[in-house]
């Protein structure tokens, strides 16, 4: 069946850098990318999505790029903060349903001060 | 946060039981879900709701069953729960197809 592939599944960087996540689908009807940041007993909150018409997408520290041929698609945050500490989720649209995603198992993102 | 909530937040039940979440809606959006999630599988779509009275089975369906009686409202049964449902149940809202969808608190569900 469809699925989405989500590495790594544990990031650890210095406050400062540049954190890449990179999650790849399997179903070529997928045509939604969002991602989400779920902080520690808290609710999944999308912070950046990008539709199959668009190769990237950026929102001030947070870029995504999406690479349709390879069917793979790539979070990056840059100048990294304490605050970015948390789980980052990747979905996929499934194909021809009535709507709903396929996410990936999440990645833990640390970032040291 | 969007207009969404749920009910109960917390609840710890035997195995054996039946068990009934709430998920409650004041963004009129037409679509529901319901997920579990555990360490180690992210989130998993457990059934889903495209109107009133339309639902359809997710990936993790066995044990579960759903109704939509009002636009506002998706309700969750667990029909005998089990230890293996023992999970984090979120709920989830969006207005289309293929869009945002915006999470529900959550529900911590103890099956001892």
């Known amino acids: 069946g469809e699925n989405v592939e989500q590495h790594p599944s544990t990031l650890s960087v210095q406050e400062g850098d540049s954190a890449v996540i990179k999650c790849t689908y399997s179903d070529s009807a997928s045509n939604y990318f969002p991602w989400y940041k779920q902080e520690l007993g808290k609710r999944p909150q999308l912070i950046i999505d990008i539709r199959s018409n668009v190769g990237e997408k950026k929102d001030q520290r947070i870029a995504v790029t999406l690479n349709k041929t390879a069917k793979h698609f790539s979070l990056h945050i840059t100048e990294t903060q304490p605050e970015d500490s948390a789980v980052y989720f990747c979905?996929?649209?499934?194909?021809?349903?009535?709507?709903?995603?396929?996410f990936g198992k999440g990645t833990k993102l640390s970032v040291k001060p | 946060d969007a207009g969404i909530t749920q009910s109960p937040r917390h609840k710890v039940t035997e195995t054996g039981t039946p068990v009934t979440l709430r998920c409650h809606q004041t963004e009129n959006h037409r679509y529901m879900y319901w997920y579990r999630q555990d360490p180690g599988h992210g989130l998993r779509l457990i059934h889903y709701s495209y109107g009133v009275k339309d639902t359809d089975k997710g990936e993790v369906s066995d044990g579960y069953s759903v109704s939509r009686s009002k636009t506002e409202d998706f309700l969750l049964t667990l029909e005998s729960a089990t230890s293996s449902q023992t999970s984090v149940y979120f709920c989830?809202?969006?207005?289309?197809?293929?869009?945002?969808?915006?999470f529900g608190p959550g529900t911590r569900l103890t099956v001892t």
């Open positions: 979905a996929a649209s499934r194909g021809g349903s009535q709507g709903n995603l396929i």
């Open positions: 989830a809202i969006s207005p289309d197809r293929v869009s945002e969808q915006y």
